[in-house]
């Protein structure tokens, strides 16, 4: 129900101003939200190509340590000369207000080179180190869309969500208010005409002559 305000003129542009008010804002969020959609939509898109690519890099990665394993012996040791990744870097940018996460990794010259000596390994060894290595690019590429995606879903929720208490509560509360009071003031206003109407008919009407004795 509308809030019964006292129908009164003042009452009324503030009224009509928190209408316009209300809509407008409704109209932003809604531009926002499908801005938002477009966005994430987009990134889904490149959601699925890269997880079939990783999909694919792991299985011809798992397959090659497999083969390394076989022909060079458990590669364990091996393994522990690679050092641990520690270029990865957190910045973000922003769509509409969301904070869009961007991760980069650091393509170090050395990296180009083998951590391990070629004496005691074999070519399956190299194949293994190379998938491996593109298997960990695409899963940096990987968790920034994912976590893109997330926080997108998670700000047109609350978008919707605020869209729609305006759109279905604050703007026909106002609009009620709006009509309540206008229809108030124009009842008022008849009202005045028609007194001012019988007053001015009154006023001109002649007088009664007053009977002689």
């Known amino acids: 129900m509308a809030v019964q305000a006292v129908p009164t003129k003042g009452n009324l542009m503030n009224a009509?101003?928190?209408?316009?008010?209300?809509?407008?804002?409704?109209?932003?969020?809604?531009r926002k939200r499908n801005i938002l959609i477009r966005?994430?939509?987009?990134?889904?898109?490149?959601?699925?190509?890269i997880q079939e690519k990783i999909d694919k890099a792991y299985e011809e990665a798992y397959?090659?340590?497999?083969?390394?394993?076989v022909t060079n012996g458990f590669c364990e040791d091996i393994s522990k000369s690679v050092p641990i990744e520690d270029g990865l870097h957190l910045d973000s940018r922003s769509v509409m207000g969301v904070e869009i996460?961007?991760?980069t990794i650091d393509e170090h010259p050395k990296q180009k080179f083998l951590y391990y000596g070629l004496t005691s390994t074999n070519s399956?060894?190299?194949?293994?180190?190379?998938?491996f290595t593109e298997v960990k690019y695409l899963t940096v590429e990987l968790a920034e869309i994912e976590n893109s995606v997330y926080r997108l879903a998670d700000a047109i929720k609350k978008t919707q969500k605020r869209a729609n208490a305006l759109k279905n509560i604050m703007i026909p509360r106002f609009e009620e208010t709006v009509k309540f009071i206008s229809d108030a003031l124009e009842e008022k206003d008849r009202?005045?005409?028609?007194r001012l109407k019988v007053i001015k008919q009154r006023a001109a009407a002649p007088n009664p002559r007053v009977p002689r004795m």
């Open 101 to 103: 996460p961007i991760l």
């Open 191 to 194: 009202e005045e005409f028609s």
């Open 39 to 49: 966005e994430m939509m987009t990134l889904i898109d490149h959601v699925n190509r």
């Open 63 to 69: 397959l090659a340590l497999q083969t390394a394993n």
């Open 16 to 30: 009509k101003k928190s209408l316009a008010l209300a809509k407008s804002g409704y109209e932003l969020l809604d």
């Open 124 to 131: 399956a060894v190299d194949k293994a180190y190379m998938l």
